[in-house]
């Protein structure tokens, strides 16, 4: 079945580090994929997302590449801060519009 | 737009108690909403799909008599936890699609923390 596959975590960089989280996905058909973050304490948040292959979706310095041919969507930042420490998961939508997430990767940026 | 609000925020309740959380869509009409379940420190496990005017469509595994969801208008879908137990602890978080069949992104509930003593 459709599934999602991150990076076990927990993560820890120091401020302005780059950032790496790998995800990738099995899925019949033609997914999007999204990044979501978590905040301590908080609901969900959609980071970015992609809806076709190729696509880059991009937001407050995260970026993320559809890459079909390796089903992957990994997640990364420049230079990260200390206020962007949070779980963030990887998710796809499946053509019966049933949004599937990864296990969430925790992250903690020290200063 | 596409703010999503659930009521309550946490509740607590004592061990055979029914609890209700409220999922509503504040601006914009949801035809499908989507019920999760988060325990600590793990991911969002959809439990059912709730489509408006007729019956939710539960994942395997998930009880449908002891949770049960209604979905009676555009903005508003309800989840009840009936007979709860302390197994039923959990982060309950809803969501909505927006856009009709062709929506491409759900928008989420704060969440609701549920506590059974």
């Known amino acids: 079945g459709d599934s999602v596959t991150q990076m076990e975590g927990p993560v820890t960089l120091s401020e302005e580090a780059f950032l790496t989280i790998n995800c990738t996905y099995t899925?019949?058909?033609?997914?999007?994929l999204f990044w979501y973050v978590q905040y301590p304490g908080e609901g969900l948040q959609l980071l970015l997302k992609?809806?076709?292959?190729?696509d880059k979706g991009s937001n407050k310095g995260f970026e993320a590449t559809y890459r079909k041919e390796t089903t992957s969507f990994h997640l990364e930042k420049g230079s990260v801060q200390v206020s962007d420490s949070a779980v963030y998961f990887c998710a796809l939508k499946t053509s019966y519009d049933k949004v599937i997430f990864g296990p969430g990767t925790s992250l903690s940026v020290i200063p | 737009g596409a703010v999503v609000s659930q009521h309550p925020s946490r509740v607590i309740c004592k061990s055979g108690t029914s609890v209700k959380i409220e999922c509503r869509s504040l601006d914009f009409q949801a035809t499908t909403m989507f019920w999760y379940r988060q325990f600590p420190k793990q991911s969002l496990m959809l439990m059912a799909t709730?489509?408006?005017?007729?019956?939710?469509?539960?994942e395997q595994g998930v009880e449908k008599d002891k949770f049960l969801i209604n979905h009676a208008s555009l903005t508003l879908s309800t989840l009840t936890v009936t007979s709860a137990h302390p197994e039923d602890s959990s982060f309950y978080i809803c969501?909505?699609?927006?856009?009709?069949?062709?929506?491409?992104?759900?928008?989420f509930g704060p969440g609701t923390r549920l506590t059974v003593l």
């Open positions: 992609a809806t076709k292959a190729d």
């Open positions: 899925a019949t058909g033609y997914p999007s």
């Open positions: 709730s489509n408006e005017g007729s019956k939710a469509t539960y």
């Open positions: 969501s909505a699609g927006r856009g009709g069949a062709t929506y491409n992104e759900q928008f």
